[in-house]
C-alpha cells in the first residue's frame, strides 16, 4: 500500500509527531526540521545508497505513516554484502609483463 493510500485510509502522521516516536541523542526528540530532511535530502545507508522517508504534502504540510518510518529504519539498517576483491589492475599485470621482459 502507498503512503498517499495509507493517508487517505487515515494512518497519516505529521513530522512532529514522526520525530516523537523515534529515540534521538542524548535523550532529545527528533526534530520535525530533521525528519523533513530525511524526506527532501535522504540519509546514507550502510552501503553507499540514498534513503528517503516516503511522505506526502498534505496541504502545506508534510504527512508520513508509521509504516514508512519502519521501511526508512529497516532500509538504512540492510546489512552490507561484503564485496569481492578487486581484479588485479591492468597496469600491475603490464608491470609483470615488462619485468619478464627485462625492461
Known sequence: MS??????NGEGIGLA?????????SGKRVSP???LRWVVVGC???DGRTVKLE????????VTTKAAIACHVSALNT?????PPPARSA????????Q????
Open 91 to 98: 597496469a600491475v599485470e603490464a608491470g609483470k609483463v615488462l
Open 44 to 46: 546514507k545507508a550502510r
Open 33 to 35: 526540521s530533521s525528519v
Open 100 to 103: 619478464e621482459l627485462g625492461l
Open 79 to 83: 546489512p552490507v554484502t561484503p564485496q
Open 17 to 25: 509527531e514522526a520525530g516523537r516516536l523515534l529515540p534521538g541523542r
Open 3 to 8: 503512503v498517499e493510500q495509507e493517508i487517505a
Open 55 to 62: 511522505a506526502a504534502r498534505v496541504g502545506s504540510a508534510w
